[in-house]
């Protein structure tokens, strides 16, 4: 075998894995630590991020700058409109990117990062007011700010004591609980969620039904004094050519389905006459789903009960739509 040779550790394993459990044990000190230390100026900071009429916009450098990124992104995906600007770019014309009526949120363990600091003068100009999360609250940036965050001095995870490690745990954390009170407060939903994340297995997990169905035009209704004859004609001129057809009394309420699956075992029985009742032949009281249902309760119905079609009925039992498995497929949920 070429290449470099890898140099065997002398540590132990069992030290290895002791010195790990330590690791993992300052980290949650930390983020315990800086829990107790939440208090007036988080609350200040939750009221001014959610009445906020322009963006919001975080900042950070180095490792606060990619809990910075991380925190842009969350807020935006719980629908605040938020976005990353990073500190060196900023001085150097991105600062034309802000709105005095946007709100900065500046991380920075130190307080002190060189990058970040130098905003503060044409931030003060645009009048921006200021949120700090940072470890001193006596730095530059703290004293600049109209709100600050202290997490307080942290003990580093490091064998030299120099590393962001803790820290970073305390300033991530702290990050995530100032996103997650802010989607609690504003009784952020999983379906408002799923607007945000149409791409994404969770954004799909929390479709609801009417999000899916066919309905209208493409919802395949037929009275059950029809013919089959009559049906065929509905299931091959309905837009998207459904397998199926949601059969229907009088008063628009479902008494059963026809299936493409139907029409195929009377024929292989020799029993298909096109003059046929579909109200003979059909499935009656067929399993079925209400708009307001997620799309994976109707995937697990329809699972279940082996069929490829489900009637989407309202709380009368009228039959207001069809969710067909391909409507599944094309969402990627099966």
Known sequence: MTGRRVKSSSKRAGDQLAWARQVLA???????????????????ALDLLEHAKGRIIVTGLGKPGFIAQKLSATLASTGLASFYLHPSEAAHGDLGRLRSDDVVVALSNSGATDEVVRLLVPLKRLKVPIIVLTGDANSVLARAADLVIDIGVIDEACPMGLVPTASSAALHAVADALAMTLAWRREFTAHDYARYHPGGKLGRSVLKVSELMRTGEANPLVADTATLSEVIVVMTNTPGRPGAANVVDRAGKLVGIFTDGDLRRLAEKKKLSLSTKVREVMARRPRCITADELVLTATATMQEARVDQLPVVDLDGRAVGLLDVQDLLAARLV
């Open 26 to 44: 300052t980290e949650a000190r930390a983020i315990t630590q800086v829990s107790d230390r939440l208090g007036a100026d988080f609350l200040a």
